[in-house]
Structures are given as C-alpha cells and as structure tokens.
Nanobody
Framework: QVQLVESGGGLVQAGGSLRLSCVAS????????MGWYRQAPGKQRELVAT???????NYADPVKGRFTISRDNAKNTMYLQMNSLKPEDTAVYVC?????????WGQGTQVTVSS
C-alpha cells in the first residue's frame, strides 16, 4: 500500500504562483510513475502532468510552459510548481502514483484562482 498526502493548495489571484507537494509513504519501492491530476466542479478528472522515476515528464497542453513537475526521490516527494495561474486552473489537485499493476491516489488539495 502507498499513502499519498498533498499540501500547498490555497487561494491565489490570477497571474500568481503556488507550489504543491505530494509526500509518498508506505510501500514506495518500484513506483515508476507519479503524476498530478485535477478535477474542477462538474468536470471529469483530467491529467495535469506526470513524471517517471527517471525524470521524464509529460504535460497536458493547457499547462505547458506554466507548470513544472519534479520529484525528490530522497524525500519521497513530488512537486508541482504552478506559475501564471488562471481562473480556469481552479480545481482539486490530486496526487497519483503507479506501481504496476496498482494505482494509488491522494485525497487532493484545493487550488482556487480568483480573477
């Protein structure tokens, strides 16, 4: 079992920045991909970004050039640096970890961007 705990969400004005953190604990060996997803009210959960154990990254088109995903394997922590935030980025951001064949989810952290 893997436990994921997010932090760093909050209320920010458009154009501002936030950094989200996700700390993994438990059976974290062989986690090969971690990622951030988000879910806005009334919408489906969508991919934001992923990062492999080797550091390869992938971003959804709406956040390319504004968000940066990273991970510190020594601290079992993944980050999402979010810059130039827009009101449409408002959502619950959820941490994800994959250790084949299992997928684990955190509880999420709320990000609200005011216009």
């Amino acid at each position: 079992q893997v436990q994921l705990v997010e932090s760093g969400g909050g209320l920010v004005q458009a154009g501002g920045s936030l950094r989200l953190s996700c700390v993994a604990s438990g059976s974290i060996f062989n986690i090969n991909v971690m990622g951030w997803y988000r879910q806005a009210p009334g919408k489906q959960r969508e991919l934001v970004a992923t990062i492999t154990s080797g550091g390869s990254t992938n971003y959804a088109d709406p956040v390319k050039g504004r968000f940066t995903i990273s991970r510190d394997n020594a601290k079992n922590t993944m980050y999402l640096q979010m810059n130039s935030l827009k009101p449409e980025d408002t959502a619950v951001y959820v941490c994800n970890a994959r250790r084949s064949p299992f997928t684990f989810w955190g509880q999420g952290t709320q990000v609200t961007v005011s216009s």
